[in-house]
């Protein structure tokens, strides 16, 4: 399965993906539409070889996969994963407050982002884009 990303389609997954629950269940979304079957980790699986399956756990992570035709002792196979929620920023729960009409908000890095200069700032919005 050959899947074409375009900065528009990326840029929508993104938009439609703020959590890592969204990201998870638009994932799986994505792959069912790609003719991926979803099963449940905990029934029994009757996979056939080139189909294509996945399995969620806790709405926060998904596992995809796709039997290989050939026999695993001569072909092998390969396994791939990513994170839905990390590196990211954290909104902390307190230290909110207004400064000079901007609310701020106090944030925290999560995971292992690179770090820029702008992640020691804290994350503010003009007075007039609350509502």
Not at 7 to 19: D, H, R, W, Y
Not at 25 to 53: C, Q, V
Not at 71 to 93: M, V
Not at 96 to 110: L, P
């Amino acid at each position: 399965m050959i899947v074409l990303v375009t900065m528009k389609s990326l840029t929508e997954f993104i938009q439609n993906s703020p959590t890592s629950y969204q990201t998870t269940a638009n994932i799986g979304n994505e792959l069912e539409s790609n003719g991926f079957d979803r099963l449940n980790e905990k029934d029994r699986w009757d996979l056939k070889p080139g189909k294509g399956y996945f399995t969620q756990r806790n709405m926060s992570s998904i596992i995809a996969f796709r039997p290989g035709t050939g026999k695993l002792s001569e072909h092998g196979f390969l396994i791939s994963g990513a994170h839905t929620d990390s590196p990211s920023l954290k909104i902390k729960s307190d230290g909110s407050s207004f400064r000079e009409g901007t609310a701020v908000v106090s944030t925290e890095i999560y995971g292992n982002p690179i770090i820029s200069t702008w992640f020691g700032r804290e994350l503010s919005f003009p007075r007039s884009s609350i509502v």
